[in-house]
């Protein structure tokens, strides 16, 4: 089926960057990175420090934001060996924001990049708590990495290196159903293109594939996307 033809499809979008509000026709949680942002009424977003933006904000500044029942999540937040701040600084704000989560009870959306063995021994320090979900967003990876990450207890969202690796991820229709997100993250417009990728790697119809998202989605972020 081609995406043209897939019409809307009721699947939440996990992770949106981009103007808050410019396409009502699809849920997204939008991403929201800098704690002076305003968002429209009738939006849901994450809101956190990225690992690229450790040491920039206070996490303090973000209270309003997280306050807001708007806000379903903490985050993106998390490790990235590519980023200019330092590492233990990283570790310090992304613990910063795992305390957060579990204090408001919201879900942690999750940026890693080339720290996996670090993000799993946060995780794994954690095992046993009755915490709020740790959403790996844009997973791409090797089956072993996706399997660690869903062994220490991780959903994972799948964007647009979907679409690029489909070819390295023949393993994807062995992760369990209900452990996928789909998201846009930079990429709005390829929203139709990555559920309907996901859904024939998973040996499902897009729409099977958008109520299982959706399902998936209320669970975690305890909001009815529809
Ligand atoms: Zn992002």
């Given at each position: 089926?081609?995406?043209?033809?897939?019409?809307?499809l009721n699947a939440p979008d996990a992770h949106a960057?981009?103007?808050?509000?410019?396409?009502?026709?699809i849920f997204r949680l939008w991403n929201i990175g800098d704690p002076s942002s305003s968002v429209p009424e009738n939006c849901f977003f994450s809101a956190g420090i990225h690992p690229w933006d450790a040491g920039?904000?206070?996490?303090a500044a973000f209270a309003p934001l997280f306050d807001s029942p708007r806000c379903l999540a903490v985050g993106e937040c998390g490790l990235d060996r590519t980023s200019d701040a330092a590492l233990?600084?990283?570790?310090?704000?992304?613990?910063?924001?795992?305390?957060?989560?579990?204090?408001r009870c919201k879900p942690l959306v999750i940026h890693c990049v080339r720290c996996f063995p670090e993000f799993l021994r946060l995780k794994s320090a954690r095992k046993g708590e009755d915490a709020p979900a740790w959403v790996v967003h844009g997973f791409?990876?090797?089956?072993?990495?996706?399997?660690?990450?869903?062994?220490?207890?991780?959903?994972?969202?799948?964007?647009?290196?979907?679409?690029?690796?489909?070819?390295?991820?023949e393993y994807f229709s062995e992760i369990p159903l209900d452990r996928i997100l789909v998201e846009t993250?930079?990429?709005?417009?390829?929203?139709?293109r990555i559920l309907a990728e996901a859904a024939a790697m998973h040996l499902l119809s897009p729409s099977e594939l958008a109520a299982a998202v959706g399902v998936n989605f209320e669970r975690i972020f305890r909001h009815d996307p529809v």
């Amino acid at each position: 089926m081609s995406p043209a033809s897939l019409g809307r499809l009721n699947a939440p979008d996990a992770h949106a960057h981009g103007v808050p509000g410019t396409d009502n026709a699809i849920f997204r949680l939008w991403n929201i990175g800098d704690p002076s942002s305003s968002v429209p009424e009738n939006c849901f977003f994450s809101a956190g420090i990225h690992p690229w933006d450790a040491g920039k904000y206070d996490l303090a500044a973000f209270a309003p934001l997280f306050d807001s029942p708007r806000c379903l999540a903490v985050g993106e937040c998390g490790l990235d060996r590519t980023s200019d701040a330092a590492l233990p600084l990283q570790m310090k704000v992304f613990e910063a924001q795992i305390e957060e989560s579990v204090r408001r009870c919201k879900p942690l959306v999750i940026h890693c990049v080339r720290c996996f063995p670090e993000f799993l021994r946060l995780k794994s320090a954690r095992k046993g708590e009755d915490a709020p979900a740790w959403v790996v967003h844009g997973f791409r990876g090797t089956k072993r990495k996706a399997f660690d990450l869903l062994d220490a207890g991780c959903v994972l969202s799948f964007g647009a290196g979907l679409l690029r690796d489909a070819g390295n991820m023949e393993y994807f229709s062995e992760i369990p159903l209900d452990r996928i997100l789909v998201e846009t993250d930079e990429s709005p417009e390829l929203f139709d293109r990555i559920l309907a990728e996901a859904a024939a790697m998973h040996l499902l119809s897009p729409s099977e594939l958008a109520a299982a998202v959706g399902v998936n989605f209320e669970r975690i972020f305890r909001h009815d996307p529809v």
